[in-house]
């Protein structure tokens, strides 16, 4: 079965840095557009970014362009989001997300707590 599993969350002080990860298993990591979302306490879920099959190109939010970075190893079915000049309203839990058509699967989710 499709499963994915982030890691790497936890308390940052602002301006910090912090890297995430997401393992892919149960399908075709390679021919698949990865995704990376958050949700904060009482908003909806955001949609930060996505990188090619490839990883030579990707795209991201506004909120997050400049400070975040997706990138990916399809050896290691790992998609990562590297995370600099960290701010308390980037507070979320992280999710990666792959649709593995027709389905639309999530991980867990890693809480990233931003606060001094």
Do not use: H
């Not at 969350?9 to 958050?38: D, E, I």
């Amino acid at each position: 079965q499709v499963q994915l599993v982030e890691s790497g969350g936890g308390l940052v002080q602002p301006g910090g840095s912090v890297r995430l990860s997401c393992v892919a298993s149960g399908f075709t990591f390679s021919t698949s557009v990865m995704k990376w979302y958050r949700q904060a306490p009482g908003k909806e879920r955001e949609w930060l970014g996505r990188i090619s099959t490839t990883g030579d190109s990707s795209f991201y939010a506004d909120s997050v362009k400049g400070r975040f970075t997706i990138s990916r190893d399809n050896a290691k079915n790992t998609v990562s989001l590297q995370m600099n000049s960290l701010r308390p309203e980037d507070t979320a839990i992280y999710y990666c997300n792959a649709i593995v058509y027709p389905y639309n699967y999530w991980g867990q989710g890693t809480q990233v707590t931003v606060s001094s």
